[in-house]
């Protein structure tokens, strides 16, 4: 089956534009995490989706950053007059919530501010 | 104190050669483990689920320490091909966005 499918997969764009990366998760999977990963860093937790539950926006760096997510399908990150020390990769995974299931991820989105 | 610590490596071992790599957690009442292999400008990928009596897939066998609150990955036989960041992810709480990754470790397979 389809796994996790984020696009753009790559996008440049100008300091102070606004940006939207996309997530499609694996069919079913209730759970959808975003990530930020800088070159050569671990992964920074972004936001995370559960069902219809209000979001845990705790990891998002600033008002910039926002997310969406209508019911159990598609999300999508929201980066506002970006700068460059958003350049990064954002990952997305999705999951089922039950027992012991393990994250799937997208192949992520490479994000360049220039 | 984090709640997930590894040890960032660089692990450099020889090709053939056996290699352990440990993951401490902080959290007593985390419920699933896992380790996940990530290649160089890759999404990370599910290497392997570590269940409580330990469990191997190959060349690979997971093991889980809840008294001491660490997991490992011991990997036999390395590969060229195994070069990567290895990262664990412990699950706190399931359904709760409760997970915690470590920062990885590094493995280098020499020829």
């Known amino acids: 089956g389809a796994g996790v499918s984020q696009s753009p997969s790559n996008k440049v764009t100008e300091k102070g534009k606004d940006v939207e990366l996309r997530c499609d998760p694996i069919?079913?999977?209730?759970?959808l995490y975003w990530y930020r990963q800088r070159l050569g860093q671990g992964l920074e937790f972004l936001i995370y989706?559960?069902?219809?539950?209000?979001?845990?926006k705790s990891g998002l760096p600033s008002d910039r950053f926002s997310a969406e997510r209508t019911g159990e399908s598609v999300s999508t990150l929201t980066i506002q007059r970006t700068q460059q020390e958003d350049s990064a990769v954002y990952l997305c995974?999705?999951?089922?919530?039950?027992?012991?299931?393990?994250?799937?991820f997208g192949n992520g989105t490479r994000l360049t501010v220039t | 104190r984090k709640e997930v610590e590894q040890d960032p490596g660089p692990f450099n071992v020889p090709e053939g050669a056996t290699v352990a790599f440990n993951c401490t957690y902080s959290?007593?009442?985390?419920?699933?483990f896992f380790w996940y292999r990530q290649d160089c400008r890759k999404e990370p990928k599910l290497l392997m689920s570590?269940?409580?009596s330990g469990n191997e897939d190959g060349r690979f066998t997971a093991q889980l320490n809840r008294a001491s609150q660490y997991i490992s990955l011991l990997i036999r036989d390395s590969k060229l091909s195994d070069s990567a960041t290895y990262l664990c992810?412990?699950?706190?709480?399931?359904?709760?966005?409760?997970?915690?990754f470590g920062t990885g470790t590094r493995l280098t397979v020499i020829p």
């Open positions: 069919s079913g999977h209730t759970a």
């Open positions: 992810v412990v699950n706190a709480q399931t359904g709760a966005n409760n997970l915690f």
């Open positions: 989706f559960q069902g219809n539950s209000a979001p845990d």
């Open positions: 995974a999705s999951s089922l919530v039950e027992g012991d299931s393990p994250l799937h």
């Open positions: 959290n007593s009442a985390s419920q699933s």
């Open positions: 570590v269940y409580s």
